[in-house]
C-alpha cells in the first residue's frame, strides 16, 4: 500500500530545483528535505500502526458478537483474516520508518495519483455495510481469499524490506524470493484481497470500486516499471524473463 504529492513533482527527486523553491534550507536549523522526510515517515508509521490497531480490535469483535463468543468456522476465519489484514499493516507501518531513501522518483501528479487510489480505493468500503444475504460458504471463501492474501503480502514484505514504496520509486532492485517469478508480487496478492472484499461487501458499489482499483493497480505498475528501468540498468534484462504479475497469465 508515501502519500504526500509534493514530492513526486519532479523525477530529479526531493532535492530538485523546483521543490528546492517551495521549502527553506533549513528548519529550526535542521535540513528542511530531511526533516520532511522524517515527518512523512513517522506520520505515516503512525497511520498505518493506527489502522492496524483497529484490525487487531475488529478481529476480537469477530469473535464476540453480541458480547457472546462465537466460534464457528464463519467466525473464525473471519477473525483471522482481519487479524492477518492488521499484521501486513503492522509490517507497512514499520517499513515505512525504516525504508531506504529513494534514488528517484516519477515525475507529475497523475501518478502519484494512480499509486494512491490503486492500494487504497477500496477503503471506500467503510460507506458500505457488508451483505448479509451471502451464504456462509461464499463468507468463509471470501475471508479465506483475504487471510490466504494476506500472509502471502506479508511474506513478500519481508522479501522486499525496506525498498517498500507506495508513490512509483526506485530504492533499490529486489530479484529474489517471489521476485524470481513474478514483478509485482505484492499486487498479485492485494489483488485476490480484493476478491475476497468484494465478496464480502457484495453490491453494485463494491464491484465498482474493486474493479476501479485493480485498473489503477495497472497504471500504477506502468509508471513503477517505467521509473526502475531508467534507474536499473539490469532490470529490462530481469524484465525478460519474469511475469509481470500473475505466472502463466500476464
Known amino acids: 500500500m508515501e502519500m504526500p504529492f509534493k514530492l513526486c513533482l519532479s523525477s530529479k527527486g526531493p532535492h530538485s530545483p523546483r521543490m528546492a523553491k ?20 513517522v506520520s505515516l508509521g503512525v497511520f498505518f500502526a493506527f ?3 483497529i484490525y487487531y480490535r475488529n478481529s476480537l469483535a469477530a469473535l ?17 483474516s482481519i487479524l492477518a489484514g492488521g499484521l501486513y499493516t503492522m509490517m ?13 522518483k516519477f515525475a507529475g501528479f497523475w501518478p502519484s495519483l494512480a ?26 471463501i471470501a475471508s479465506l481469499l483475504i487471510l490466504i492474501s494476506n500472509i502471502l503480502a506479508a511474506y513478500i514484505l519481508t522479501r522486499l524490506g525496506r525498498s517498500f514504496s507506495i508513490l512509483p ?3 533499490k532492485l529486489v530479484t529474489k524470493g517471489p ?42 505498475i506502468h509508471y513503477e516499471e517505467k521509473v526502475l528501468t531508467e534507474n536499473f540498468p ?16 500476464y
Open 115 to 140: 499509486a494512491v487510489l490503486g492500494g487504497f480505493l477500496l477503503f471506500g468500503l467503510v460507506w458500505f455495510k457488508p451483505n448479509a444475504h451471502i451464504g456462509m460458504t461464499a463468507q468463509i
Open 92 to 104: 507497512i507501518a514499520s517499513l515505512y520508518v525504516l525504508r531506504y531513501k529513494p534514488v528517484n
Open 179 to 220: 521476485y524470481k517469478i513474478v514483478r509485482h508480487p505484492l499486487y498479485m496478492a492485494e489483488f485476490f484481497a480484493t476478491i475476497g472484499t468484494m465478496i464480502i461487501y457484495l453490491s453494485v458499489g463494491a464491484v465498482v470500486l474493486a474493479v476501479a482499483q485493480t485498473l489503477l493497480q495497472l497504471v500504477r
Open 51 to 53: 489502522t492496524a490497531g
Open 169 to 171: 520509486e526506485g530504492r
Open 22 to 41: 517551495t521549502l527553506p534550507k533549513k528548519i529550526f536549523g535542521l535540513d528542511s528535505f530531511k526533516l520532511l522526510d522524517l515527518v512523512i515517515r
Open 234 to 249: 539490469e532490470y529490462k534484462a530481469y524484465a525478460k524473463k519474469t511475469w509481470r504479475l500473475v505466472p502463466g497469465v
Open 64 to 80: 464476540h458478537p453480541g458480547g457472546g463468543i462465537d466460534l464457528s468456522p464463519r467466525a473464525v476465519v473471519s477473525a483471522l
